[in-house]
């Protein structure tokens, strides 16, 4: 049997309900003349990708050069996929900035708890990953594929949120 894959652009809706339906996700950043990439975890939420780390090389990179990408996908088969890209500059939410910069990580810290509850508490899991930051989704493309088994409208109404 031969299969015939099909290759679509994912419009805006299904992006945002493939990044509400994870919450595993690789930065990408780029230093001189090496791009590394990391899993992180994350949480979408009102045009945002808020996720946590820890301090390090990542932290000390993206705090010279904000300009990431972002990557999530789901993988069913070979020609069963949907991939999510976003492109942005990273920010680095304070909680001990201005009014409005402790108003974004108050909003930051509600997304990271929502997905890790004791998240920066007394009996967090993770505890050295205490930076919280946020990426804007407005640079977002996705791409998918279906193979004869599974046609693009099957896909799409299968989606988490559709």
Request: charged share 25%; hydrophobic share 45%; glycine share 6%.
């Amino acid at each position: 049997m031969s299969i015939n894959p099909q290759f679509h652009v994912l419009n805006v809706a299904e992006c945002e309900a493939l990044l509400a339906a994870h919450h595993v996700g690789r930065l990408a950043y780029t230093f001189r003349d090496r791009l590394d990439i990391a899993p992180v975890h994350y949480v979408y939420r009102d045009g945002w990708i808020y996720g946590r780390t820890g301090p390090g090389a990542k932290m000390d990179i993206v705090a010279h050069h904000p300009w990431v990408a972002f990557e999530v996908d789901e993988v069913d088969a070979l020609f069963r996929w949907r991939s999510v890209v976003v492109h942005g500059r990273i920010e680095i939410l304070d909680p001990d900035g201005t009014p409005h910069d402790r108003e974004r990580y108050e909003i930051g810290l509600a997304a990271v708890r929502s997905l890790s509850p004791a998240a920066l508490l007394v009996d967090d899991p993770s505890p050295h990953r205490d930076i919280i930051f946020r990426l804007p989704t407005s640079e977002m493309t996705g791409r998918a594929a279906t193979d004869d088994s599974v046609s693009a409208a099957s896909v799409a109404d299968t989606a988490p949120g559709a």
